[in-house]
């Protein structure tokens, strides 16, 4: 069955993040300038508006900082898993990005849950970034 | 410089408001924003005594276009003009704006509006396309490629961490939900009259757990709207002016709009800005008037300003802490949980009645100050005086 929950449509911003995905890594862009490592992976830097970025190999390493249980059907492809986790996690780097969970369940999921990055190819041409428990 | 130079100089002297209660029982998809914000304008000039051709000052929030309201209301000699988004954390912003238009001179008596018809047009607020359309967006963290959607969502998600750091359980929450609503019962206006209690609020069902549709705002049409002045011409007028005693913003953008400290930092800073410049503490503070698009807005700001301990926000509103008659009244109007969700706009309305004294059941005894303030990406607040 193909894939039909919305997927990211690649720009110039964050194409080599989701290429690096494709590849199995999981990458963010760092600041050769002031250090700063952020997400988004907006084109400058956003503390000192570098224009160099350069996407380096994270550490995979997060935590869950907050999540919910969706209820409501806002995103219609997502309606046949509800109740379903989103989380927000941060980034041992810093950033926080929303995610869902793989192999976790609904009320194994607490605040502080340590994780690891994992990759899920969706479709022959995208692989999604995911989190799993941090063993 | 200083806010101070404008605090207490410019007052609100007329009002007006859609019977919220009406509107809503009767939707109707030939129902415009103007025609609503006409009827308000109406309302607002009869209350304070002014004519029409005195307004020279025109803010406008929610139409299809500031022009076509132009027309329709014959408004033909407006020196201000400012066109604002449907979008909450612009109804302080709004304010303050056209008062320091007005204290500079540029308007005399300016109008300020916001109308809305989300309900006569099924407007969603799934963020899909931010306020209702259909544009397609995975939002500025990829949300729905991760069923990520909805502001409500946000809030729910820091409710977790916020659980995780204080505790606090379902059920203390629904305090606040139950109590602002309850106030719509003494309200003719307010769109739900029902009192609740918490088994009700228990019992309703979660949109992104562990938020429920009763911790969420209302979606409805109606529209709110405001006649200010400077101070000393609203002496001459009709009604006890409520004057502007100070304004703060601190504008805290990100790619999620939840604070990740619950604005302790921000509502510090807005603290500051506000309470200096009036003159005032915050027990100088009668009633609150909160932005309560969720109801854990009323939470982080009791603890950001300092109503109540950190982490202490629920145990100390309980047992009717912001209801009429306990600490520190909150959206006597019942809110946008109750009375209608109109950006804000509408608890500035609610906020001349109680500080003019003519709220009704719901009048404050001894009023003199109301803080409001919202809390977004844009955290912005008021305080409101019937001292001069």
């Given at each position: 069955?193909s ?7 690649p ?7 989701w290429q ?9 862009p760092?600041?050769p300038?002031c250090?700063?490592?952020?997400f988004p ?5 956003p ?6 970025r350069?996407?380096?190999?994270a ?18 492809s997502?309606?046949p898993?509800l109740?379903?986790i989103?989380a927000l996690?941060?980034?041992e ?5 929303f995610?869902?969970?793989v192999?976790?369940?609904?009320d ?12 899920d ?15 | ?16 408001s859609s ?9 109707d998809?030939t ?13 607002a000039?009869d209350?304070c005594?002014?004519?029409r ?8 929030g929610g ?5 076509d ?9 407006v020196r ?15 304010l303050?704006?056209?008062?320091m ?7 005399d008596?300016?109008f300020?509006?916001?109308s ?12 899909a396309?931010q306020?209702?359309?259909d ?8 949300n ?42 003494l309200?003719?206006q307010?769109?739900?009259q029902?009192?609740h209690?918490i088994?009700d609020?228990l019992?309703?069902?979660y ?18 709207g ?11 007028l ?10 703060a913003?601190?504008v805290t953008?990100r ?5 990740p400290?619950?604005?302790?930092e921000a509502c510090?800073v807005?603290k ?9 503490t915050l ?13 854990l807005s009323v939470?982080?700001?009791l603890?950001?300003?300092g ?8 145990q ?8 009429l008659?306990?600490?520190l009244?909150t959206n006597?109007?019942g809110?946008?949980?109750?009375e209608a969700?109109?950006q804000g706009w ?6 001349t009645?109680?500080?003019r004294?003519?709220a009704?059941?719901r ?7 109301i ?8 955290p912005n607040?008021?305080?409101f005086?019937?001292?001069?």
């Open positions: 069955m894939y039909t929950k919305p997927l990211p449509t720009n110039k911003e964050d194409a080599p993040f690096a995905a494709r590849e199995g890594k999981f990458v963010l760092n600041c300038d250090g700063n490592i952020w992976p907006y084109l400058y830097c503390r000192c508006l570098s224009p160099k350069v996407f380096k190999e550490s995979g390493r997060a935590e869950v900082w907050g999540f919910i249980e969706m209820a409501q059907p806002y995103v219609k997502f309606a898993e109740p379903y989103v996690v941060q980034l780097e810093g950033p926080i990005m995610t869902n969970l192999g976790i369940k609904n194994e999921v607490k605040v502080g849950l340590k994780l690891q990055v994992c990759f190819p969706v479709k022959d041409d995208f692989t999604l970034i995911k989190f799993k428990r941090r063993e | 410089m200083s806010t101070k130079d404008i605090a207490r100089k410019v007052a609100i002297v007329g009002i007006g019977d919220y209660h009406t509107l809503y029982k009767n939707p998809p129902r415009t924003r103007e025609e609503m914000a006409i009827d308000v304008m109406r309302q000039l209350d005594g002014l004519k051709s005195d307004i020279d000052g025109l803010v406008t139409t299809s276009g500031y022009e309201f132009g027309y329709r209301s014959g408004l033909t000699d201000y003009l400012a066109d604002y988004p449907v979008a909450g954390r612009m109804c302080a912003s709004a303050f704006s056209a008062a238009a007005v204290h500079n001179g540029v308007s008596y300016c300020l509006f916001n809305v018809a989300f309900k006569s047009l099924a407007m969603k607020f799934d963020m396309g306020y209702g359309g544009a397609a967006s995975t939002g500025p963290l990829y729905e490629v991760y069923g990520m959607a909805s502001p409500g969502a946000l809030y729910a998600l820091a409710f977790t961490r916020y659980q995780a750091m204080y505790g606090g359980t379902e059920a203390d929450l629904g305090e606040i939900a139950v109590q602002i609503r309850n106030h719509g019962a309200n003719p307010a769109i739900f029902k009192t209690t088994e609020y019992k309703s069902r949109i992104a757990k562990p938020l429920r549709l009763l911790d969420y705002c209302l979606v409805n049409d109606g529209c709110a405001y006649i200010i002045t400077s101070a000393e011409r609203a002496k001459d009709k009604q006890k002016p409520v004057y502007l005693a100070s304004f913003q601190r953008l790619p999620q709009y939840v604070d400290d619950f604005w302790v510090g807005l500051k800005d506000l309470f200096e410049p009036a003159g005032l027990k100088d503070i009668q009633s609150l008037s909160v932005y309560d698009n969720f109801s939470l982080w700001g603890e950001g300003f109503f109540a301990p950190k982490g202490q926000g629920l100390w509103l309980k047992n009717g802490g912001i209801s008659g306990g600490k009244p006597t109007s809110g946008m949980l109750a969700y109109l509408n608890n500035i309305v609610e906020i009645k109680q500080l004294g003519t009704d059941k009048q404050i005894k001894d009023v003199k100050n803080l409001y303030y919202g809390l977004s990406a844009v607040g008021l305080i005086s019937n001292e001069a």
